[in-house]
């Protein structure tokens, strides 16, 4: 088992109001801003929920991805996962769209796709998010 923390500071009411974001365990990043105006219009060089799952999404999807075609006995040379994930007021986080293109020598198509599949099932964020989000795949393979 592995603990991992992030915090959180806001000032400020929800439409003036910033705050900042830090990844405590890793000490990666610190006080990374994050305003409204950044969850729902241009970023403005600052961060969101939205961008953040995105980011563990697309991390951890290219982990079940390469997991899966390994035991299939097709490591890949390169995964690059995109996530866009979609955030509408008063409905909240809607759709996570995955784009693949995935470097897998010696797997056909039909091989890639059963890995795509798999990965869906395997990735535990996508696990956290089905029933409650959209998840969409589109995979290329090169």
């Known amino acids: 088992m592995a603990d991992r923390t992030a915090s959180a500071v806001w000032q400020g009411d929800l439409f003036e109001g910033s705050g900042t974001v830090s990844a405590v365990t890793s000490g990666l990043f610190t006080e990374a801003g994050v305003t409204w105006a950044a969850r729902t219009e241009e970023s403005g060089g600052k961060t969101s929920p939205e961008e953040l799952l ?7 999807f290219c982990m079940a991805l390469s997991n899966e075609l390994s035991t299939r006995g097709h490591p890949p040379t390169r995964l690059e996962v995109q996530a866009t994930c979609t955030f509408e007021p008063g409905k909240g986080v809607t759709t996570m769209a995955l784009d693949v293109t995935a470097e897998v020598p010696g797997v056909d198509e039909a091989g890639f796709r059963e ?9 535990p964020v996508s696990n956290a998010l089905r029933g409650n989000v959209d998840i969409q795949v589109d995979g290329t393979l090169g």
């Open 54 to 60: 995105a980011a563990a999404h697309s991390a951890c």
């Open 115 to 123: 890995g795509l599949d798999a990965a869906i099932d395997s990735c």
